[in-house]
């Protein structure tokens, strides 16, 4: 960023543009003075295309925005800015950030984010934050401070709890875990009551069947001719010759 007075150098202290040659200062107004985190990362790889290192950045950067972190990531939060500008509202916010992230997915480009910012470092609180490299292959300024390996399950949420922790909103963690077992609660009672409801349509099912079973009456014999005829010689036997006679009559070809 040059000076508009002499042309010099501008050099940024203590939230100021200072140039170099006439010590003129110039006031950064951009808007980023209330960001809590600022992200470091490397735009495009050495083919010009985007890199992984932004995709990681700005998946962290909407996470942070959801939690309502004011968070600068350059490609999202400055898109219109552009050289002297751009330089000044980046440095803005990396002057107001309390956190700084340093996403990178390769040894190079750590070392490169690492002789860039270096000089914003002090009183901050660092996080390199890696994937596809060992840890111990960070650069000195980096490997002193707790890394987080992106590619672990749950590392999101490890980092957005341990920023939460950092800005002093650990409140808002223990609202999210009661909010999670008090979900998974409602799940498990739901599931349990879908059972439920399950097995009493079962059961009424089975009970009606039994009951209809036990009510349906029993089909009589079905009685041959032959049969009747000798009911007919038993009752006539015994003396009974008028039941004789209504069963042999009760016979159509007798």
């Not at 735009?43 to 010009?48: I, K, L, R, Y």
């Not at 890394?147 to 590392?155: D, E, K, P, R």
């Not at 041959?224 to 006679?245: C, F, K, P, R, V």
Request: overall charge neutral; hydrophobic content about 40%.
């Amino acid at each position: 960023m040059k000076c508009k007075n002499c042309g010099g150098e501008l050099i940024f202290q203590n939230g100021m543009g200072v140039c170099e040659s006439c010590k003129n200062t110039y006031r950064l107004d951009y808007g980023f003075g209330n960001t809590e985190v600022y992200i470091c990362y490397v735009e495009s790889d050495a083919q010009g295309r985007r890199s992984k290192d932004s995709i990681i950045a700005e998946e962290l950067y909407q996470k942070l925005e959801r939690k309502k972190i004011h968070t600068f990531y350059e490609r999202r939060s400055a898109p219109a800015l552009i050289g002297d500008d751009l330089q000044a509202a980046n440095y803005q916010a990396i002057y107001h950030a309390k956190i700084i992230l340093v996403v990178g997915v390769s040894v190079a480009h750590f070392k490169h984010l690492a002789l860039k910012y270096n000089k914003y470092f002090s009183g901050k609180t660092v996080i390199p934050v890696y994937t596809d490299i060992r840890p111990e292959d960070l650069p000195q300024e980096l490997n002193r401070v707790q890394a987080l390996n992106f590619s672990t399950i749950g590392a999101d949420t490890d980092l957005l709890n341990g920023i939460l922790r950092i800005l002093g909103r650990e409140k808002e963690i223990n609202l999210e875990s009661l909010r999670q077992r008090i979900v998974k609660r409602k799940k498990i009672a739901a599931i349990i009551l879908s059972l439920l409801v399950i097995i009493g349509i079962a059961a009424t099912a089975v009970f009606l069947l039994f009951r209809e079973s036990l009510t349906e009456p029993e089909s009589e014999p079905v009685l041959t001719s032959q049969d009747i005829y000798d009911n007919a010689q038993a009752l006539m036997e015994s003396g009974d010759y008028l039941g004789a006679a209504d069963l042999f009559a009760s016979i159509s070809d007798f």
